[in-house]
C-alpha cells in the first residue's frame, strides 16, 4: 500500500510542470495548483483509509483453520510413523514360451526362472533428511518372498551402518522387470550372467561411505549368502562311460553350515551420465568360491550402452567334482526411436569348459540351460577322463535378446523380446528327450509401476 501511494503522489506532482507550461497567468496558476493540492490531498485520505483497513473477519479465520488443520495432520503423520514413509512397487503380467520345454508361461520374469507377479517397496526416511532408514521389498511367490528388508543407519553425511537382508549388487541388471535404475531391468528376462554366475542375496552387516563429493561410493558387508544352498548347493550326478564306473553325485557344500562371505561393490561416476563400477564376493566356511565383476554405463540423449565382466570359481562343484571355474560377458545397447518407443539389444557369453563345467548356480543338472558337460546329438559325454569316465570338458553359453520397450503412459510399458539361446554343445534336452543345441525364447509383458 505504500508503494501505491507513493506511485500516487508521484503522478499528481508530475502533472505541476505542465500546469505551469500551460497557464495564462499567475493568477490563474495559482487557481490550478490548489487544485490538484485539493485533489492531493483527497488522494492521500483514500490511501490512508485503505492502508488502515483490516482484513474481512471470515477470511482469516479460515485462514486460521487451515493453519490448524495442517499442524494437526503434521503431528499425527509423526506420532504414527508415516512421516518419510513411501511406498511403491510393480506389477507384471508376462507371457513366455520356448522351444525345448514347449511351456505356455504366463508368469513374471524376475528371479532364476520363478514366476513372481509383482513386488512391493516400502522405504522409511529419517525425519533429520539424511536418507532412508530402513528398506522392505516383497515379492510373492518368489524365493526369497522377502527380497529385501534392510536398514541404513548415518553416521555422517559421508558414512551409513548397513545390515540386513540386501540383495547382490554385481552387474549393471536389476532384479525386476521394470526400467528403473532403483527397480529393475529394460528387458523381461535377464542376462546369462545375472541368471548362472552370481549370488541372489545376502544377510549381515556392513557399512556404505560416499566419497570425493559424491563422485565415489563404497559399500561392503560380511554376512551369509543364499543360505537356501548351503545343504544341498549344486548336486548332480554325472553322465559317465557306462563301461568304467556308475554315476557319483558331487556337492558344492560340504555341509549344511551357513556359507560366510565378504561382499563389496566400489563405483565412480565421472558425470552425471556415467558410470563404471567393480564388485567381488568371496565366500567360505561350506561352499568356498570367489566371483569378481566389472560393470559400466553410459547414457546419453537417446541411447544407452551397459556392459559387465564376470569371472569366477567354486570348489566341488564342476561336474567332475572339481573346482567350477567360468567367465562371462554381457553388453545392452539400446536406442529410442520415438521418446516413447525403445529398441533394445543384448549379447552374453559365458564360457564354461574346465572340469566339465560348472557356474555358481548351475553345474548343468538338467540341461535346459545349455551348460554342465558338452555332449553330442544322442546326450552322450564328449569329452570323459579315461580313467574315471568323468566329464572334462563343459559346455560354454552364448545368449543373445532382442526387444522392444514401449511407454503406453507415466507409468505402464508392454514389453516385447526373442531370445536365442546357442551351446557350443547339445546341452538343451528337449521335452521329447532329443537334445539341441539351440533355444528359442518369445515373451511379452505388461509392466505397471506404481
Known amino acids: ?23 495564462q497567468t499567475a493568477s490563474d496558476t495559482r487557481k490550478e495548483i490548489d487544485a490538484l493540492k485539493a485533489q492531493l490531498k483527497m488522494l492521500q485520505e483514500k490511501l490512508e483509509a485503505l492502508s488502515n483497513a483490516t482484513e474481512p473477519a471470515p477470511l482469516v479465520q479460515q485462514v486460521n483453520r487451515l493453519e490448524q488443520k495442517i499442524e494437526l495432520q503434521q503431528t499425527a503423520s509423526e506420532t504414527a510413523g508415516f512421516s518419510g514413509l513411501k511406498v511403491n512397487g510393480v506389477i507384471e ?25 509383482g513386488m512391493l517397496q516400502i522405504t522409511k526416511e529419517s525425519q533429520d533428511g539424511q536418507g532412508v532408514d530402513w528398506t522392505l521389498r516383497l515379492m510373492p511367490g518368489g524365493d526369497p518372498q522377502v527380497h529385501e528388508a534392510s536398514l541404513s543407519i548415518p553416521l555422517n553425511k559421508e558414512n551409513r551402518i548397513i545390515a540386513g537382508l540386501i540383495p547382490d ?16 531391468n529394460q528387458f523381461i528376462t535377464h542376462n546369462a550372467l545375472y541368471d548362472l554366475a552370481g549370488a541372489t542375496v545376502y544377510t549381515g552387516m556392513g557399512m556404505s561411505h560416499t566419497l570425493n563429493g559424491g563422485k565415489v561410493a563404497l559399500k561392503w558387508l560380511v554376512g551369509n549368502v543364499d543360505k537356501g544352498g548351503d545343504d544341498k548347493a549344486m548336486t548332480y550326478t554325472v553322465p559317465v562311460n557306462p563301461d568304467l564306473a556308475p554315476s557319483d553325485a558331487f556337492s558344492a557344500a560340504s555341509s549344511s553350515a551357513s556359507t560366510v562371505a565378504l561382499a563389496y561393490r ?6 552425471e551420465t556415467t558410470y563404471i563400477g567393480l564388485s567381488g564376493l568371496h565366500g567360505s566356511n561350506n561352499r568356498n568360491f570367489n566371483i569378481m565383476a566389472v560393470d559400466g554405463g553410459v547414457t546419453r540423449g537417446d541411447w544407452q550402452v551397459n556392459g559387465q565382466i564376470t569371472v569366477g570359481e567354486m570348489q566341488r562343484a564342476a561336474a567332475n567334482g572339481g573346482t567350477a571355474q567360468w567367465a562371462g560377458v554381457s553388453g545392452f545397447l539400446s536406442y529410442k526411436i520415438v521418446p516413447r518407443l525403445q529398441l533394445m539389444a543384448r549379447a552374453d557369453f559365458i564360457q564354461n569348459d574346465k572340469n566339465g563345467g560348472g557356474t555358481y548356480y548351475d553345474n548343468g543338472g538338467t540341461f535346459r540351460n545349455g551348460l554342465g558337460p558338452e ?27 532382442l526387444g522392444t520397450n514401449y511407454q503406453i503412459n507415466a507409468n505402464t510399458q508392454w514389453k516385447t523380446e526373442y531370445r536365442l539361446d546357442q551351446s557350443s554343445g547339445y546341452n538343451f534336452r528337449m521335452d521329447d528327450g532329443s537334445y539341441s543345441k539351440t533355444k528359442n525364447t518369445l515373451g511379452t509383458s505388461l509392466v505397471l509401476s506404481f
Do not use: W
Open 1 to 23: 500500500m505504500r508503494f501505491q501511494k507513493k506511485l500516487c503522489v508521484l503522478a499528481v506532482a508530475s502533472l505541476f510542470p505542465m500546469a505551469s507550461a500551460f497557464a
Open 93 to 117: 503380467a508376462a507371457f513366455k514360451y520356448n522351444d525345448v520345454d514347449k511351456k505356455h508361461d504366463f508368469s513374471a520374469s524376475a528371479g532364476n526362472g520363478v514366476g513372481e507377479f
Open 169 to 184: 549388487f554385481q552387474g549393471y541388471e536389476m532384479v525386476f522387470a521394470n526400467a528403473n535404475a532403483t527397480l529393475g
Open 266 to 271: 566400489l563405483d565412480y561416476y565421472p558425470d
Open 375 to 401: 555332449l553330442d546329438s544322442s546326450g552322450a559325454v564328449i569329452a570323459f577322463d579315461a580313467n574315471t569316465g568323468y566329464a572334462t570338458t563343459g559346455a560354454s553359453l552364448t545368449r543373445l535378446s
